[in-house]
């Protein structure tokens, strides 16, 4: 499979949306080039939307992180669409008020409070305490041991729902190391209890349903068509955005890497419509 | 858990989406008073939609079902949402032109066709044939000694996408057998071989979006709390609808037995708003 | 990781485990050469046994192929352990009598005969026949349409155990097809009614401690470090016997190709003491 | 289903097999009269033997707690068959030297050093460090947060084998409450890593086979309807000790609740010979 350079892509489409892991940033920040590649994107009238499975810290703050010296804030809060977002969406819509126990760090509690909920940290909960759902939100902020082993407990004992904010088994640490992220403990936690946990974030394409409406608001017309997916991730990005009817771009610059793209694409049967070595070629 | 009048429901809300098979319809057609219910609720200015994991025949064929003595068609196709319209949706959008190798009976090949791509029986492929795309319609129609194994062997050799246009594992046959799905045909082809299937129909929240899209053009202030979705199976219905933000309500006519439900509703941890004994009641 | 010769290995060893399906047979009977080969072996004074999972015929029917057109049969019948074998135990300890409804060729049901049981096949019953057992042998002798909808609905009625007695997913046709194995129609089962099943087969070590046992029987000091299990699949042979402490050595003669050895012992994590192109080299 | 009285099934067998926590102690310890019950067990001229998923602590440290104030040790460490002993004779058999990386106690190191290899705690290793084996052994001793991603990372860079002491995914903390095991916390590595992990310990059937073989030694003509299994787990005591051929009573003194019992047997469909409400009555 041949790559291409994404600047060649820009030109095709109306609409772009990006991952932000792998894609525009690392556990380090936001690439170097970013905030230049994004204002000469929007220069050329396209719309930029980022699709993230992140609900570790609050839309504005998401954005701030890609403000640029000159410009300011280039993709507003409105144009980020984080799993966070929808599991506030569901909070609000299935309970409208109540109390939601929670793991994650204190900076996730943003999506609970902003549905209207109170929010309880795991930490401070008992085995036994009364909740009306509970959110699994990030992998850290919480002590492992013991935190994971008392929301074991209370899944068990109780009925309320429980949302996953976050699907993805691991993130990327950096070039050599990934990190368990909170989709593999909803998992271990969701065999062992035999229950239907309800996760929001890609490959559910709601993600992208949500987005596209969004972006049809901006552009009466538009069509699937006139979208791209730009993504790092075979199981996540690729097949969602392919499934929702979009067109795509593994990009090699996060979880998958250059050497073993080939293979992984026809292992898994999950085809891109575009293979590029990183938004800046 | 209470079980509430059907009937009572129908005036809180504006538009009804009803699941088919165990709610509108068994084995044997569409159950008795079932014209005569929508047309009921119709005459209350409410909007009805089908929203139907099946991709066994055409939305016309489906509406043509629903049609009242007197009253005739009730629900338009455009109103019968199925899994088998968003797989065509995709063959449009990703393949544009080719040949589709598919399993089901002759009537499902209208959502291939209607994509304008070609389809081609798996009982007519060999292993190595040229397709495009592999389409797992539906369990009847084929040999399914000769046919899953020749489909095993197609997909272990190309890496064309293998979608998946029902994700239900059984059906209910009559109130004390169910059928085995192509959902279940596909689940096992798909651990064989490794690669991930794209799959279409409930309990994604895909089929919601687009059934909500299509009745949010005919009433433009539509909420989501403005819908409730009817169905009888945890997994599918209650759980996609739940997770994309509806009222849901559980009936007990279909693959949820009254003497289970309760149990399966708290083992599972999925919860419907409401537990209706049938849409009749 | 660099081949070794098969023959350079059969001196370091007192007793050879042989698997058969893709290191002695294929789909068209034992490969040219084997008999002369186990003549070989034998003569050095080594013990040589036969470990598949195999249940489609008795263990006299096996040795039969492997008999030597001038020294007669090779392997006598003690010598081949079936996972038939350890059903039939199974059936004889648990049952002692009754009636067992099983899926397969007529010929496996000579496990449940020999058990002192009474074999039905599943076409000969209705769904509501009362069973001792239900057991899984063979992928063929039934109509799969028909009878996997019966078997479905007889394991969701009735509280007997369920047997599979060969858990291999897929079987080599030939160099570039493969089969469905009953292995795969049992997961699909089990995973729709969500019972136990109960597996006779590699890759559980019960296959290998039998063998051992009576090997231990001929030889009484032998130890494990005296065996080599030689095998073409990683998932079965390899890992199976490597937990039970035997050698291993992976022929790439069956299911598992020259050119993706290297690739899938790294991927899985299964590692064989040695690798051979075939038992030939 | 009806319950037996444990003491009226003790004339019938000739050797008692005991799984220990649920059964003989929970997590404050053995449970009161126990040693008394095992003293009444000997003395009527039965073998009994402690068959364990354990890797925590040694042989010796388990036999002395089933000591009895005035006779001293009743179950010698020799009849003590944990999962720590097989993995410690895997290591002997496959390593024979080396070091081995664990995740545990310090206590568990026991089964790695006497099988003649180094161990070292995982805390101690960085990601890149070299070993020749990973060995998942226990839930606690350890900082989930910081070693299970040290874990995730030295198991996707090595091709060391992986093996699991432990395969249990829960245990019983107490009436109300459970303990993630170690087995959960492997099933979520190996499904990131996409590796097949070793596993010791019951369902798999050789740990029946082990203590069978040993109780084999002292009673010439022990047949496997002379033994008698007995444990609170319906996934491993009961299903793994039925596929091995031996009688199995279920207590409800642990893992499986009283009021749950007939509702998980039939719906999970492993069926114990007998039911008790536990070892006293």
Redo the contacts between chains.
């Keep these: 499979m041949l790559t291409t350079s994404f600047a060649s892509l820009v030109g095709r489409y109306r609409v772009i949306f990006f991952d932000a892991y792998g894609v525009l940033k690392n556990a380090r920040g936001i690439l170097n080039g970013v905030p230049e590649l994004l204002s000469w994107i929007l220069q050329q009238g396209k719309d930029v939307y980022v699709i993230t499975n992140d609900a570790s810290r609050s839309p504005a703050q998401m954005a701030a992180a890609y403000a640029h010296p000159q410009h300011g804030i280039l993709i507003p809060e409105s144009k980020i669409i984080s799993s966070g977002l929808l599991a506030k969406?569901?909070l609000r819509?299935?309970l409208r008020s109540g109390r939601v126990a929670y793991l994650g760090k204190p900076a996730s509690a943003f999506y609970i409070e902003s549905a209207g909920v109170t929010p309880i940290h795991i930490g401070a909960c008992q085995?036994g305490e009364e909740v009306d759902a509970i959110a699994l939100l990030d992998d850290e902020g919480f002590?492992?041991?013991r935190d994971?082993?008392i929301t074991?407990?209370m899944?068990?004992r109780v009925?309320a729902?429980?949302i996953v904010a976050n699907p993805d088994?691991?993130y990327p640490v950096n070039d050599?190391?990934?990190?368990?992220a909170v989709g593999?403990?909803a998992?271990?936690l969701e065999?062992?209890?035999?229950?239907?946990?309800?996760?929001?974030g890609k490959p559910?394409?709601?993600m992208f349903?949500h987005a596209f409406?969004c972006a049809h608001e901006n552009v009466p017309h538009l069509r699937?068509?006139d979208v791209l997916m730009v993504g790092d991730t075979?199981?996540t990005d690729i097949?969602g955005a392919?499934?929702?009817?979009?067109d795509t771009a593994l990009v090699l610059s996060g979880n998958t890497r250059a050497e073993q793209a080939a293979l992984l694409?026809?292992?898994?049967?999950?085809?891109p419509t575009f293979l590029c070595e990183s938004v800046f070629t």
């Design positions: 969406d569901f819509a299935k085995v002590d492992w041991f994971l082993n074991l407990n899944i068990r009925s729902p429980v088994l691991v050599r190391e990934v990190g368990l593999s403990l998992a271990m065999r062992i209890v035999g229950k239907a946990f309800i996760r929001f559910d394409t709601m349903s409406a699937r068509s075979l199981e097949i392919n499934t929702f009817g979009l694409i026809q292992a898994k049967g999950i085809l």
